[in-house]
């Protein structure tokens, strides 16, 4: 008789122990970890989202800066450094002229493509990854 009662206290002590202290330590650790990769995770995301914004800065401003160059290198009187680089040669003007023609050719294009930059960086940002993919 005393070995069923041994026996029976040891599983009741053991069960208690499990039901009272590890499965409550265990809840415990469990919601930590689900707030610490919360936490972790927005983090992760403002991070991306500030080096996203800073390069797009830089981006821009490296934009800027180069169109404002190119403009004043061509429209400095006119274009008359163009043309004075170009010499009194009909044809070397002519050439010159449909060169600058060409420039602002070129600077439209990256305009428009740097508009289809922001509006898809736009887009992304406001969650519209499949309205872009459907565009196409």
Do not use: C, H
């Given at each position: 008789?005393?070995?069923?009662?041994?026996?029976?206290?040891?599983?009741?002590?053991a069960s208690s122990y499990l039901m009272l202290v590890v499965l409550?330590?265990?809840?415990v650790f469990s919601v930590i970890f689900l707030i610490a990769?919360?936490?972790?995770?927005r983090a992760r995301l403002n991070s991306v989202e500030v080096t996203r914004q800073a390069v797009f800065e830089l981006y821009e401003e490296e934009r800027k800066s180069a169109a404002l160059s190119l403009s004043h290198i061509l429209n400095f009187k006119d274009g008359?450094?163009?043309r004075d680089a170009a010499g009194n040669d009909e044809q070397k003007v002519k050439t010159?002229?449909?060169?600058?023609?060409?420039?602002?050719?070129?600077?439209?294009?990256?305009?428009?493509?740097?508009?289809?930059?922001?509006?898809?960086?736009?887009?992304?940002?406001?969650?519209g990854r499949c309205a872009i993919l459907c565009q196409n």
């Open positions: 008789m005393k070995k069923f009662v041994k026996k029976g206290l040891i599983k009741d002590v409550p330590v265990l809840v990769g919360r936490y972790i995770y008359e450094v163009i010159a002229e449909a060169q600058i023609d060409s420039i602002y050719q070129l600077m439209n294009i990256i305009s428009w493509i740097s508009r289809s930059i922001r509006m898809t960086a736009q887009l992304l940002s406001q969650g």
